[in-house]
């Protein structure tokens, strides 16, 4: 057998914050039993939210042990410090893992990433099986990712290197750059024009022919997101960065975000109205966290998209556990934390 067919494939999942990431991942498990799957977690933002979901997925022969978070800053800018070395670690194990899946955070470039994949430390134990970019269809057809083509051409203008306005436009074309498989999330928001619509806008700015599913809760059969067999890894040209003049180098100061600490809440709905209201007024990309409801035994998990919320009591609150709950806010630079921790502890009015 030689080297390439003993190497363990790894999937990177790729798509902007709030896409469906976490959501595809979970049915990915749900579906994928009896395979040995790893998955790696890195997050924008510190509260660690994602690992919690997946570790809660409740399915059987997932063990807590196959989720490995990567908190400390975006993967895609400490590859030689935490990554390698747990990429290392799993091989190493007793029962190696058969298929390693990374979700990467929302706003990490996946470039940075699979260039990793030829350091020597694990060129000839792994090999990438595919990059999957999730996308929020609804944020496209909403414009979120779109440049404003007067402002680009005044930015040109002054330097002409510059082909965005807008760092979510730049964020969005690196992730759909690099992927194998594009899936086109929360199909159930929109209408069959509509979509048609989102899908031409991304065959428009895929640099090769990619293929494109559609899907709503990120349901997609295992089969088509594992065994692409792209080794991704060995063809980087093919795969344009907007940072392949830097040499992968890159800031994520266009972005921020940071935890706000919310007390008790008296109703939910009260405070789904806040979270919104909240999330309008200071333009704000992604919300989530956990809060507890006066007399309500269980913790409410809340998670946002731009305005759109969802919710769920997800556990039972413990009897020490403190009734002040977190919300990690994430936006582009310049947002105002005081004015945010304000309205979301509901002492700003409307
Ligand atoms: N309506 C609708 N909502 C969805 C769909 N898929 C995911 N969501 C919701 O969108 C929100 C974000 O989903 P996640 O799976 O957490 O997204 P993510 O890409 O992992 O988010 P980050 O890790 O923060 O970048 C959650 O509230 C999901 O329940 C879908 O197909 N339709």
Redesign the pocket.
């Known amino acids: 057998m030689t080297a390439a067919k003993t190497r363990v494939p790894v999937t990177i999942i790729t798509?902007f914050?709030?896409?469906?990431?976490?959501?595809l991942l979970r049915h990915l498990l749900n579906r994928a039993q009896g395979h040995r799957i790893a998955v790696v977690v890195n997050?924008f933002g510190s509260l660690g939210i994602?690992g919690e979901i997946l570790r809660g997925c409740g399915v059987e022969g997932c063990r807590e042990e196959d989720i490995v978070e990567l908190t400390n800053g975006c993967l895609c800018c400490t590859v030689a410090d935490d990554f390698l070395p747990t990429m290392e670690a799993l091989l190493d194990r007793a029962d190696p893992p058969e298929h390693v899946v990374i979700e990467t955070?929302?706003l990490a470039l996946p470039k940075p990433l699979l260039k990793a994949f030829g350091w020597p430390t694990v060129r000839n134990r792994m090999t990438v099986d595919g990059v999957v970019a999730?996308v929020d269809a609804p944020a496209v057809a909403a414009g979120r990712f779109a440049d404003d083509p007067q402002a680009v051409e005044a930015q040109r203008a002054e330097d002409p290197s510059l082909d965005h306005d807008n760092p979510l436009a730049e964020v969005f074309e690196d992730q759909i750059n690099a992927a194998d498989l594009v899936v086109l999330?929360?199909?159930?928001?929109l209408d069959a024009a509509q979509l048609d619509a989102v899908e031409k806008e991304i065959r428009e700015h895929a640099p090769r022919p990619v293929q494109i599913v559609r899907?709503?809760?990120?349901k997609v059969d295992p089969a088509v997101l594992l065994g692409i067999g792209a080794a991704a890894e060995g063809d980087l040209a093919a795969r344009p960065s907007h940072h392949d003049a830097e040499d992968g180098e890159h800031e994520h100061d266009d972005f921020e975000s940071f935890v706000v600490v919310v007390p008790e809440q008296q109703t939910v709905d009260q405070f789904l109205t806040i979270l919104q209201d909240t999330a309008r007024r200071f333009d704000v990309l992604?919300m989530?966290g956990f809060a507890t409801v006066s007399k309500k035994p269980m913790r409410l998990a809340v998670?946002g998209?731009g305005s759109r919320f969802?919710h769920e009591f997800d556990r039972p609150v413990g009897p020490t556990e403190e009734r002040s709950g977190r919300i990690v806010v994430i936006g582009q630079k310049g947002l105002d934390a005081t004015a945010i921790a304000k309205a979301l502890a509901g002492q700003l009015a409307a």
């Open positions: 798509g914050l709030g896409a469906g990431k976490t959501t997050e994602d955070s929302g999730v999330n929360k199909t159930d928001l899907a709503s809760e990120g992604r989530k998670q998209v969802r």
